[in-house]
């Protein structure tokens, strides 16, 4: 495999996460707990919208056949898509929002601070705009998993639900294939080890805090990586790409 | 000494044209108009993120998911400061979403209409929203403070809401056959309840005249649609868009279009709540308001027990 | 029915640019220090508005009576003296 062709996969994974969160995120548009709390969860969509537009540009302009960032996103079949599994996974009641965004927050916070050392400048430097907004992200999650975790009964058994429904998706973030240890090999990627550690650490921390209890580690869900995604993504993809699907030779 | 808590007093500060502000006197009828004006702004405001939100998961471009994203949140961040104008002439934005979930207090009619194709999208924003501005911009002059403050926000704001939406437009009066279809048809769907946003004819317009007295109403319901129509028949000619009228016609003497009667048989039957929408919009409102309600609970409940540790972090 | 809450209310004053007062922007509702703060952030400063925020909670707000505007503002009216025009200047001076 060559740098280029590693590089274009490694994009498109962190494309393809912020483009399917930025959607599921993107659903919640008038469903907020409170108003205030839905234009919340709306700039998260956007920063991850946003975020998406720029990875998704740069695949494009690696893999160099002309294609767009919307190309890129409108017109390729499921298994194509690489994003994480927990990142397809539904919105479900708050907590699950909630549950999702810290597990999903924590590890970009992780990461992409990592990626702002990447060799590859792009990378680096989407990393570095990036990071502002995940700082952001995380706070609001933590926030909010504290007021759930420690709030009433109720949502303490709603939050400590959501963990525990959420944890089999989130082993699959730690996972490397031959791509990163390519790109680790040219100081592109970041090496997933040691964030491992830390994420679990942060995690635990914050459940502490929130009074929850941090699940036990059994089956970790795995595969999109290689293209095999659970049932929700078809879904998202169909909403998504109809348009674009339904009119191919239109422009929007 | 005068009497500064005399009626006569009041309308003396407006016809001198000061604003008044949420301790001032009022009288009582000014007080419930506004509250009644501005909660249906901001309820309309909320609800109309309804119609809209309907294809944001199927926008077809990045691009246009953002722009349409940004815009509902607009209108949520709109609901927002009108709420928080109405609160403070002494209502609670809970009592006030009790009653819009009751039926109590109304919302703008136009969104008891059905989002069914892209292009709608292209013209609740042109049209819509083209309309909505008419009206707000005149509502920056309202004498009650707060709401005016608000409006000049929310004009501030809206300003590319009706271009986003022309664009859309446009976009697909220049783009393939099915394309210029689906812009004809929201063209046909949207031109007359955008009208009859403005209300009934100020002969029938039963607030009117107080409204229009104490400068919450700046303008008249007939004198903004006139404004409206004139700028919009060109933009729709422009773009090779056809008026779903076929008898309006441009008076060369005064400048104005003319056109046919609107169905107020319609208007009424919507304001009754026999819209396509009004049961759906409604019930979605109180869905999530319901499901939220633990998340709330919660957020009360840990600040209850947090408060101390709060205060001294202050 | 239980009574719903919407949280508090929350008055919110955006900083533009460092160095500028800090001015009113209008409401939130929220139930923390945090929450208020993040809601404004949300709300107040989506096009670049803001480069500092302040939030208090509404309840903590003093107004002055409209009924006392008379006694509080108006005999501020005539002290001319506290305004710099009311000093004539020699012809010529210059920098002052």
Not at chain 2, 228 to 233: G, L, P, R, S, V
Request: net charge negative.
């Amino acid at each position: 495999m060559t740098t280029k062709d590693a590089t274009y996969t490694y994009t498109l994974r962190l494309g393809d996460d912020a483009l399917i969160l930025g959607h599921r995120l993107s659903e919640l548009c008038s469903r907020g707990p409170i108003l205030e709390e839905d234009l919340a969860l709306t700039n998260v969509a956007l920063d991850m919208i946003g975020r998406a537009q720029a990875l998704l540009k740069y695949a494009a302009d690696i893999e160099g056949k002309g294609k767009t960032d919307d190309d890129i996103a409108y017109r390729r079949a499921e298994i194509n898509y690489c994003n994480h599994l927990l990142i397809e996974q539904p919105n479900g009641d708050f907590a699950h929002t909630i549950a999702r965004q810290l597990f999903v927050s924590v590890f970009e916070f992780l990461f992409y601070t990592e990626l702002e050392k990447s060799r590859d400048e792009t990378l680096a430097a989407i990393a570095s705009k990036t990071i502002k907004e995940i700082k952001y992200h995380m706070q609001h999650a933590i926030d909010w998993t504290l007021r759930l975790g420690d709030g009433t009964s109720e949502s303490h058994k709603r939050m400590q639900t959501a963990v525990n429904d959420l944890w089999m998706y989130t082993g699959e973030l730690f996972e490397m294939d031959e791509v990163d240890a390519q790109l680790m090999r040219d100081g592109i990627a970041v090496d997933l080890i040691p964030i491992k550690a830390q994420w679990h650490n942060d995690i635990k921390t914050v459940l502490n805090k929130a009074t929850l209890l941090m699940p036990e580690d059994t089956y970790m869900q795995t595969g999109s990586k290689k293209g095999i995604h659970t049932e929700n993504l078809g879904h998202i993809l169909s909403e998504m790409q109809y348009l674009q699907r339904a009119y191919p030779d239109a422009t929007w | 000494m005068h009497n500064e808590h005399s009626d006569t007093h009041f309308q003396s500060r407006i016809d001198n044209g000061e604003h008044i502000e949420a301790k001032d006197y009022m009288p009582e009828g000014y007080r419930k108009h506004l509250i009644r004006q501005i909660s249906q702004h901001a309820h309309s405001e909320v609800i109309g993120m309804q119609p809209e939100g309907n294809w944001i998961t199927r926008a077809p471009s990045l691009r246009a998911k953002q722009i349409l994203l940004a815009k509902i949140q607009d209108e949520g961040g709109h609901g927002l400061y009108l709420y928080s104008a109405a609160e403070t002439l002494g209502v609670s934005r809970a009592e006030l979403i009790e009653n819009l979930q009751s039926g109590k207090a109304k919302y703008s009619s136009i969104f008891n209409y059905p989002a069914l194709n892209w292009a709608d999208i292209g013209a609740i924003g042109w049209l819509v929203d083209g309309a909505a501005i008419v009206n707000q911009v005149s509502l920056q002059r309202t004498s009650y403070g707060p709401y005016s403050r608000a409006m000049v926000r929310i004009c501030k704001e809206e300003s590319f809401h009706q271009r986003q939406g022309y664009e859309i437009m446009t976009k697909m009066m220049r783009g393939t056959k099915d394309q210029q279809a689906m812009a004809q048809d929201a063209m046909n769907r949207w031109w007359w309840p955008s009208l009859m946003m403005f209300g009934p004819h100020d002969t029938d317009s039963p607030h009117s005249s107080d409204a229009v007295k104490w400068k919450i109403k700046r303008e008249t319901n007939d004198e903004l649609r006139q404004k409206f129509i004139d700028k919009t028949i060109p933009q729709a000619e422009l773009i090779g868009l056809t008026i779903p009228d076929n008898n309006f016609s441009l008076d060369e003497k005064t400048g104005h279009y003319k056109i046919s009667p609107i169905n107020w048989d319609e208007f009424y039957r919507v304001i009754a709540g026999h819209g396509p929408c009004n049961k759906q919009r409604v019930d979605h409102h109180i869905k999530f308001h319901e499901e939220g309600a633990w998340v709330r609970e919660a957020a009360v409940a840990y600040k209850q027990k947090h408060v101390k540790k709060e205060l001294e972090t202050a | 029915m239980a009574t719903d809450t919407q949280l508090d209310l929350w008055e919110v004053f955006i900083q533009s640019k460092s160095g500028l007062p800090y001015i009113h922007a209008g409401s939130v509702h929220a139930s923390d220090n945090k929450m208020a703060i993040q809601n404004a952030r949300d709300i107040y400063t989506r096009r670049g508005e803001g480069t500092s925020i302040w939030v208090l909670p509404s309840k903590h707000i003093v107004a002055s009576n409209p009924d006392d505007n008379d006694m509080l503002f108006d005999p501020s009216n005539d002290k001319v003296y506290r305004h710099p025009t009311f000093y004539l200047m020699p012809e010529g001076a210059k920098n002052i």
